[in-house]
């Protein structure tokens, strides 16, 4: 099944520091020959990475052929069939086997590579890693984090869900708080990130019932966990300085997020109409270039590409489905960063933990319960 069209480096020393990626090639909108390009940017700044291409072979060979950076940075594994936008999760679980995008799932899986990166469908990406690479023991619901631009000193926050489940219960939203803390800590290194409840006000008494149940669920956990927990936030703090993490459920979070996105492009396509409006405006648009390259950059979605899949035995970056070969560079660099830091490993301990400790608070409960009734 494998074509190793590059021989991977003989160094043992090498091996030993290479982080190994395992990237579904087909996914996408603008096809592979944009995935291979930002793979290819990703091998030119850091020598660290290998590559696993999942795709259609005859197709993968020439695009990487024309990169000199993937030269002996890459294998290309046969995967002929394609998971389209369209298609439904249960469909794919049932005759998706022949896909890219489960071929570089089972890399993962069968440990030849630390990180799967995918473009493709996120319905069906989410329902593949559940099924192959199976939930963390005691996570009842895996979540999607996001990386949202804001005006912390690390330049970004961390939000979760971003739309894996459009549920949550106050579990959940319990775990999604230690979750969340655990990519701040290991993606943004933040030693004790803050953490907000997304809710309609910031008051106590507002909030669905089991956004208040949560509320106090996770300020009970928070000392334990390691994390300061800042009470309930606002749709406003999400690019604010108020916290680290917010958390929120999968249909919120996933709304709040395409409006950002939205809303960053609209701005953008603003200042270009405002700038090119009169002669005097374009000239003021020279004069203002490098600071609206800054600003482009700071809001260019691209540059926080890549949602991870939390709360799976195995790593998963998600990229855009529209992401172009900078977008796909970026899901790459989060990719090698979580890898680096042992991010997994170090979450299945902190929910291990977790799991302990309000295993241990129940009897507790239960022993005062039974105490009070005799």
Same mark, same amino acid.
């Given at each position: 099944?494998?074509?190793?069209?590059?021989?991977?480096?003989?160094?043992?020393?090498?091996?030993?520091?290479?982080?190994?990626?395992?990237?579904?090639?087909?996914?996408?909108?603008?096809?592979?020959?944009?995935?291979?390009?930002? =793979?290819?940017?990703?091998?030119?700044?850091?020598?660290?990475?290998?590559?696993?291409?999942?795709?259609? !072979?005859?197709? %993968?060979?020439?695009? *990487?052929?024309?990169?000199?950076? /993937?030269?002996?940075? =890459?294998?290309?594994?046969?995967?002929?069939? *394609? #998971?389209? +936008?369209?298609?439904?999760?249960?469909? #794919?679980?049932?005759?998706?086997?022949?896909?890219?995008?489960?071929?570089?799932?089972?890399?993962?899986?069968?440990? $030849?590579?630390?990180? =799967?990166?995918?473009?493709?469908?996120?319905?069906?990406?989410?329902?593949?890693? #559940?099924?192959? /690479?199976?939930?963390?023991?005691?996570? &009842?619901?895996?979540?999607?984090?996001?990386?949202?631009?804001?005006?912390?000193?690390?330049?970004?926050?961390?939000?979760?869900?971003?739309?894996?489940?459009?549920?949550?219960?106050?579990?959940?939203? +319990?775990?999604?708080?230690?979750?969340?803390?655990? &990519?701040?800590?290991?993606?943004?290194? /933040?030693?004790?990130?803050?953490?907000?409840?997304?809710? #309609?006000?910031?008051?106590?008494? !507002?909030?669905?019932?089991?956004?208040?149940?949560?509320?106090?669920?996770?300020?009970?956990?928070?000392?334990?966990?390691?994390?300061?927990?800042? @009470?309930?936030?606002?749709? !406003?703090? %999400?690019?604010?300085?108020? =916290?680290?993490?917010? *958390?929120?459920?999968?249909?919120?979070?996933?709304?709040?997020? !395409?409006?950002?996105?939205?809303?960053?492009?609209?701005?953008?396509?603003?200042?270009?109409?405002?700038?090119? &409006?009169?002669?005097?405006?374009?000239?003021?648009? /020279?004069?203002?270039?490098?600071?609206?390259?800054?600003?482009?950059?700071?809001? $260019?979605?691209?540059?926080?590409?890549?949602?991870?899949?939390?709360?799976?035995?195995?790593?998963?970056?998600?990229?855009?489905?529209?992401?172009?070969?900078?977008?796909?560079?970026?899901?790459?660099?989060?990719?090698?960063?979580?890898?680096?830091?042992?991010?997994?490993?170090?979450?299945?301990?902190?929910?291990?933990?977790?799991?302990?400790?309000?295993?241990?608070?129940?009897?507790?409960?239960?022993?005062?319960?039974? @105490?009070?009734?005799?």
């Amino acid at each position: 099944m494998s074509q190793n069209t590059t021989p991977a480096p003989d160094s043992s020393e090498k091996k030993s520091q290479r982080v190994v990626i395992s990237v579904d090639a087909m996914g996408g909108d603008k096809g592979p020959a944009a995935v291979v390009a930002g =793979c290819s940017h990703s091998a030119r700044r850091n020598d660290d990475i290998y590559f696993l291409l999942h795709g259609a !072979k005859a197709e %993968l060979e020439p695009l *990487v052929a024309r990169r000199k950076p /993937l030269q002996g940075r =890459c294998e290309i594994i046969d995967a002929q069939s *394609v #998971v389209s +936008m369209e298609d439904k999760p249960s469909q #794919v679980i049932r005759s998706g086997r022949d896909s890219s995008m489960w071929s570089a799932l089972e890399s993962v899986r069968n440990g $030849d590579a630390t990180v =799967c990166v995918s473009c493709g469908n996120t319905g069906a990406l989410m329902a593949l890693s #559940v099924i192959r /690479l199976r939930k963390l023991p005691g996570v &009842y619901r895996p979540a999607i984090g996001v990386l949202w631009p804001s005006r912390n000193p690390q330049g970004y926050n961390v939000m979760l869900d971003g739309g894996a489940d459009i549920r949550a219960d106050e579990r959940d939203l +319990m775990q999604y708080a230690l979750m969340g803390a655990s &990519y701040a800590r290991n993606g943004l290194d /933040l030693a004790r990130p803050r953490v907000g409840l997304l809710n #309609v006000g910031t008051e106590e008494h !507002k909030g669905r019932s089991e956004i208040q149940a949560a509320n106090e669920l996770i300020a009970e956990n928070a000392e334990a966990a390691d994390f300061e927990y800042v @009470g309930f936030v606002e749709g !406003k703090d %999400l690019p604010g300085s108020a =916290c680290d993490v917010i *958390v929120t459920d999968g249909f919120t979070g996933n709304v709040a997020l !395409k409006t950002g996105e939205g809303i960053a492009g609209f701005i953008s396509e603003q200042l270009r109409e405002a700038f090119k &409006y009169t002669p005097l405006s374009r000239i003021a648009a /020279l004069l203002a270039y490098p600071s609206l390259r800054r600003l482009r950059k700071r809001i $260019d979605p691209r540059m926080a590409n890549g949602g991870v899949f939390l709360g799976l035995n195995g790593t998963v970056v998600k990229s855009h489905g529209s992401a172009d070969a900078t977008g796909v560079s970026a899901a790459v660099k989060l990719a090698f960063q979580l890898a680096q830091s042992g991010f997994n490993e170090r979450l299945a301990a902190r929910i291990s933990s977790a799991t302990m400790l309000a295993s241990e608070r129940d009897r507790d409960d239960d022993a005062a319960e039974r @105490g009070n009734t005799t």
